[in-house]
């Protein structure tokens, strides 16, 4: 796999249409019986959320994607994940396949007023950032947490896992697999944060930071436990895709649920 070298100061690869992206994980959800709704915000945009609810429950787990507008690849793996459906029997899911629905027609990181959403979650200034909040907080605590995004800066494929307790985890199951699919980001440092080899512990309380993004929110409010995967903007769509769906479900039966990978092909 050759990086394509085009993403200089900034994000110039392919762009998607979130509108009819959104529209095709809704019509996907539908097909296989999740709950569609749509948060309106005072910017008169709509959050698109689905909820699976299945009959036993011993995980409750909330994803989202899209809340940079210059990261198409974490909206399509929503969409791949929603349409091959393969989730654990026993998982209460939450999903947000778009944050950011005035920052795609851009290309934009920010939204359409030029906000960072993923800075926002202390202060809440931003309409579509105090939806999703308000939203959030009528939801029960998640037993983990996922957020999709890119990395234009990238040289491959890492992840942040914010760990606020003892929880027993094994994220480094989550690289090796990634690893197969696309190359991991051993860099010594990603955005002056310790690098060891794909995974990124952030030592940082939360508490003390000023701006917050969306899993520093969760991990105080949610969730003792969050994983931030980044897919490598540089290399293909279909490599930026595979890796950030191949994460999500390692995380889902190798990580938590103690099921081989492969029979999620089998089923």
Known sequence: MIPSGQ???????????????????????????????????????????????????????????????????????????????????????????????????????????????????????????????????????????????????????YCYELKMDGTPTEPRRVLEAVEAVCPIDHSPEIDGRKNDRGLICPELDPSVRELWPEAFWLVMNKTRLSYTCEAPSDFAMEVRVEALVTAVETLFFNTFFNTDRQDIQDK
């Open 7 to 157: 993403n200089q100061n900034g994000y110039h690869g392919e762009t998607i249409d979130i509108a009819a992206v959104l529209r095709d994980c809704a019509s996907a959800a539908e097909s296989h019986g999740w709950e569609i709704d749509w948060l309106e915000t005072e910017n008169d945009l709509r959050l698109l959320i689905l909820h699976r609810a299945p009959e036993t429950v011993h995980r409750k787990i909330y994803l989202s994607s899209g809340i940079h507008g210059d990261e198409p690849a974490a909206p399509l793996a929503m969409l791949r994940l929603l349409t091959e459906n393969n989730w654990p029997d026993d998982a209460e899911l939450w999903l947000c396949p778009c944050l950011n629905p005035s920052g795609f027609p851009r290309n934009t990181r920010e939204n359409a007023a030029g906000v960072d959403l993923n800075r926002d979650y202390k202060s809440r200034h931003t309409p579509e950032i105090r939806a999703h909040v308000e939203w959030l907080q009528t939801l029960p605590d998640f037993d983990f947490s996922i957020q999709l995004h890119e990395d234009w800066e990238a040289k491959g494929f």
